[in-house]
DNA sequence: AGGATCGCTATAAATCACCT
DNA sequence: AGGTGATTTATAGCGATCCT
């Protein structure tokens, strides 16, 4: 059963617990479920999670992700470093809420239950499900800045574990979705890197699916799945993209239109208002041109 | 079984001419 | 500069069908 946790930007994360420790080889938790979510994370040695059915192997630089009603078991295979991060995607504070007392322990059986999927939206992206297990190297700086404001409470730790776990979530969405990227070149990257280099060109479906190699219908079929929107849209929003930086940098609305491939300054406009919820001039915060009161 | 293609149609996007 | 509305054009989305 899968659980959308919302849109990238509206999350308001909270670290619940952090460390840094060792453990011997043989130590265990669980099987037992978590009332928030953790992140395990390996510098040395090794670990394996028993996350329902499912086994996976943690090695240096690797993580394990699971959230609530997920019964698990971890254990440590050979003396291991590691870092546990107890966190909420939603508190309506930061103060860290201490997992400890609502740990349930599992009788053995109830590992056969799956683990629970994490659904994600990222605006200008497909959504994406949270991988329980990936590869994660060199977050130790930030892990470690992370247990010291955790242990320290110095003052406004908790507004500053809340930022420290906003950076660590995006770096791992940045992580997770350049492999997307990835899978993608082999099919619609010709067609993505196209309009991003010409997106003054009235790219048509046929000619970008050509690109490709694929059918035109077939290829935007094939687009939505991968790049979370469809060719227009993307080529609409490369364009206002491109456009927010030419008009921060003063050009005039008529000679950004004309650059950006439009034949009417007024479709421009409308595209750009559609897409930043401003005109053009709104968003450059020319003066007596703001609608708003 | 599932990746790729074809053909159709409702719908959304693009354009044009004119308005504020 | 930017908006509106009518008309033209492209395509998303679907099922049927063909490959392998």
């Not at 930061?94 to 609502?102: Q, S, W």
């Not at 409308?270 to 041109?289: A, W």
Request: glycine fraction near 6%; proline fraction near 8%.
């Amino acid at each position: 059963m899968p659980m959308n946790i919302g849109s990238l930007p509206e999350l308001a994360p909270a670290v619940n617990y952090a460390s840094r420790s060792r453990a011997a080889k043989g130590t265990s938790w669980g099987p037992r479920q978590i009332p928030d979510c953790q992140w395990f994370y390996v510098v040395a040695g090794e670990a394996t999670l028993q996350l329902g059915p499912d086994t996976y192997k943690i090695e240096p630089g690797e993580c394990v992700f699971y959230g609530a009603r997920s019964p698990h078991l971890l254990t440590i295979v050979r003396p291991t470093d590691y870092y546990s991060l107890h966190f909420s995607w939603q508190a309506s504070a930061p103060e860290p809420v201490h997992p400890a007392y609502r740990i349930e322990t599992l009788p053995a059986k109830a590992l056969s239950l799956k683990a629970e999927q994490h659904r994600l939206d990222i605006p200008g992206h497909a959504e994406i499900t949270i991988p329980h297990h990936f590869r994660m190297p060199g977050m130790e700086p930030l892990l470690d800045e992370i247990v010291k404001e955790y242990e320290h409470e110095h003052l406004g730790f908790s507004f500053q574990l809340r930022a420290l776990l906003m950076e660590l979530i995006t770096l791992a969405v940045r992580q997770w979705t350049a492999r997307d990227t990835a899978e993608r070149i082999g099919k619609i990257g010709p067609a993505l890197r196209a309009m991003r280099e010409r997106p003054d060109r009235n790219w048509s479906v046929t000619e970008l699916s050509g690109l490709c190699g694929y059918h035109p219908s077939y290829f935007t079929k094939l687009f939505n799945k991968e790049a979370g929107t469809n060719p227009k849209q993307f080529l609409v929003a490369e364009r206002v993209k491109q456009a927010k930086q030419m008009l921060l940098r003063g050009e005039s609305i008529q000679s950004i239109s004309e650059r950006l491939g439009y034949s009417s300054l007024h479709y421009f406009s409308s595209n750009f208002k559609k897409e930043t919820g401003l005109t053009p001039s709104e968003f450059r915060q020319e003066p007596g041109t703001s609608s708003e009161r």
